[in-house]
């Protein structure tokens, strides 16, 4: 539309959200919390689990090395009268047999007993008897399953005594094979009940440190990062600033000093009474002063837009725009333009104020460079709703704008076309700024035929001010 735009790809871009990369470090740092407590708490339980396992192993063995001594003992006090009739060599031994046979037998109701073995006091094998893998008792160790390994069982050697005497010895076997499927279901168990109290332990935990830790280290780092931008942000004004007090004082100086050095020079044609030459120098000082005017109501302008408290209000866009359309008519190039309206919106909770500024700048820009040589001057206002979004494009036919200077488009003081501006250079940066102080954005497209600008500005809900 205007020649005071710049590139294709400038634009006021929209910011990303701010403290987005707080946050993910955030959320990276709490999913590192989490997994770490988990593998502490995992490895904490391994821990306990093996404890409790060597510590009911030790006790088995304790308590089957026990058993073992209580039941050889048992035996040797049951069998020692018959033992005491072999060694007298009584010839009732067949019944000393028997009744040590039962004593034996009755011993292996002990779930844990594996073979019993009296030997004699010259350390024959009196009697012997032993259980087999089904269950069943035996008079023979050979009768026993190849991999059957007494040895490698928990036994106990106990002599058998008549008063001091000893006259004979009793050696008992246990087996841990009842304990193991107990151990077995003891440690699952356990696991279980480890791993029921280690989540509900890290749940808590992690919740617990998440409040007391994470949460206020969040909002720390998203203080540190709103004080960041603010202190960008500030930093941005301050470089404007500086720049915009050298260039304002700049352009305020040359009209200035081109109006006394035009003053003195009609000073000398007055006294010569070359009045016609005069009126040329006023002509020029008048032109001048009234540039300067144009700056110094600019400056105002963005002092005004800076201080401006613009509350959202219900706003016919369309009788709007139609405002911003009289406000250019008195311009003498507003004449041959042909003004084009499509608006499908219905009346919108705008700031209604800075958009009315934002349209005035832009179509004034559109009139004062339009195209002289262009058979029909077209400015045409278009606009729609997306997504609460106000969605409005103002495109002409005019002269555009240079693509060297298109990178510029919205800095201060910049002219693109210096023989035909008679602007301050600040309209399209004061467009720029108003539009970010409402949430908005705004776009710079070049046509093949002159400019497009394309602004997205947020509609307010009913109950926003």
Known sequence: ???????????????????????????????????????????????????????????LEKDLATRAENIATRIANSVAPSVWDIYRKSYDRAFSQEVTNAILEAEFRDPYLKGIVVYGNFGHVFMELYKDASGELVSNKDLLEPDADLEGSYSAYVAIKNASMTTGNVRVFLSSDPSAKLIRDTLLIEIVQALVIATLFVVFLFFAIQKVLIAPLRELQLADAELKRANQRLETANKELEEFAYRSSHDLRSPLASSIGVIGLTKELIHENELSEALDCLEKVDTALNKLDRLVLDILQMTEMENMEDRGELTDLTHLVQESIQSVEHLKESKQISFEIDIESEPLKLHRIRLRNILDNLLSNAVKYSDVQEPLSRIRLSARTENDQLVLKIADNGLGIPEPYRKDIFTMFTRFH??????????????????????????????????????????????ED
């Open 418 to 463: 210096p023989r035909i501006s008679r602007g301050s250079g600040l309209g399209l940066y004061l467009v720029k700024k108003s539009i970010e102080r409402i949430g908005g954005t705004i776009h710079y497209a070049p046509l093949p035929k002159g400019s497009c600008f394309t602004l997205s500005i947020p509609i307010q809900n009913q109950g």
């Open 1 to 59: 539309m205007s020649s005071l735009g710049t590139s294709a790809d400038s634009s006021s871009e929209a910011q990303e959200p701010q403290g987005l990369d707080f946050r993910l470090k955030g959320s990276s740092l709490s999913h590192r919390l989490l997994l770490a407590l988990i593998l502490i708490t995992l490895a904490t339980m391994a821990i306990f689990v093996c404890i409790r396992y060597f510590i009911t192993i030790t006790s």
